[in-house]
């Protein structure tokens, strides 16, 4: 299938590594122009070829957003595809924590911080220039926690709901004007979040007396039920976020794809 995206126009943040690493060589591969946002820079993203070109941000910044998505105008003459992809832990916090009674006040402020207002200001930088252009794409990689709450994470899923809720607000104000937001919504993915030392793994594997691969292997498809029996791969999330900013899926706004392995059992 043609996705129809070459010569396109894309801001990715959170690109260096993981799901936005594969979201941006997916993109790139498909002849996407792409501004990928990060800290810092990756040898895996500077191994990648195509029009891109890397802008050290900080979206703990609230400026950093729009200086992002300036970028993209300065450099490529326009903006298309907006992939709101850098959440999960904020800089310097460690997930998961298990209890409401774990995060302080300024744990839940970094949290919505880095999970929802740093998207709410990039959506807010690209709308004039994505309507100059008559349109475009908005994704929010949110999480299968957004709609499955838990003590488990509390803050993380709570600025994760309120992603879903903005992207249903926003795809109804500017569809008409041709500008589509949706959300994709992993479960678990194999992603540095859980693979790093001090990560998801070895927490979660601290607390239940096993090991780090244990934990990658069973324990967590076991207590997250996945039905596939694993955590998803990068590009399974990346594939889905470049079929919803192509032009094929003209009449899917205001929708929350699930990647998440069956993690959720709701209809
Ligand atoms: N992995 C999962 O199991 C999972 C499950 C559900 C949802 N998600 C969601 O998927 C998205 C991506 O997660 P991931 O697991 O792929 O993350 P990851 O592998 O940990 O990568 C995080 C990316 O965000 C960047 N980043 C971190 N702090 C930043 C900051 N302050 N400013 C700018 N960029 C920053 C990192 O680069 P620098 O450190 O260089 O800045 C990196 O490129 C997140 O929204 C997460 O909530 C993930």
């Given at each position: 299938m043609d996705l129809q995206l070459s010569g396109r126009v894309a801001v990715v943040t959170g690109?260096?590594?993981?799901i936005g690493l594969a979201v941006t060589r997916t993109l790139l591969n498909e002849g996407v122009r792409v501004v990928a946002a990060s800290r810092r820079s990756t040898p895996e993203l500077e191994a990648l070829s195509g029009d891109l070109f890397h802008v050290p941000a900080?979206?703990?910044?609230?400026?950093a957003p729009a200086g992002i998505v300036a970028r993209a105008v300065t450099e490529?003459?326009?903006?298309d595809i907006l992939v709101n992809n850098a959440g999960g832990p904020p800089p310097g916090v460690s997930l998961p924590?298990?209890?409401?009674?774990?995060?302080t006040d300024e744990d839940w402020r970094v949290m919505f911080e880095f999970n929802l207002f740093s998207a709410v200001r990039a959506v807010r930088a690209a709308i004039p220039p994505m309507l100059a252009r008559g349109g475009g794409s908005i994704v929010n990689i949110s999480s299968g926690n957004a709609r499955l709450p838990a003590p488990m994470n509390v803050d993380y899923n709570a600025a994760k709901a309120g992603l879903n809720n903005l992207t249903k607000a926003l795809s109804e104000e500017f569809a008409p004007q041709g500008i589509r937001v949706n959300t994709v919504s992993p479960g678990p993915v194999r992603t540095a979040w859980w693979t790093?030392?001090?990560g998801a793994a070895d927490i979660l594997a601290a607390q239940v007396g096993t090991d780090r691969d244990s934990v990658m292997n069973q324990v967590a498809p076991e207590m997250m039920k996945l039905s596939t029996g694993r955590l998803a791969e990068p590009q399974e999330i990346a594939d889905v976020v470049a079929l919803l900013a192509?032009?094929?899926?003209?009449?899917?706004?205001?929708a929350d794809f699930a990647v998440d392995g069956g993690f959720l059992k709701q209809l």
């Open positions: 690109a260096s590594k993981g900080d979206l703990m910044d609230p400026e490529f003459g326009g903006l924590r298990f209890s409401f009674l774990a995060p790093e030392s001090g192509s032009p094929r899926s003209a009449s899917t706004t205001g």
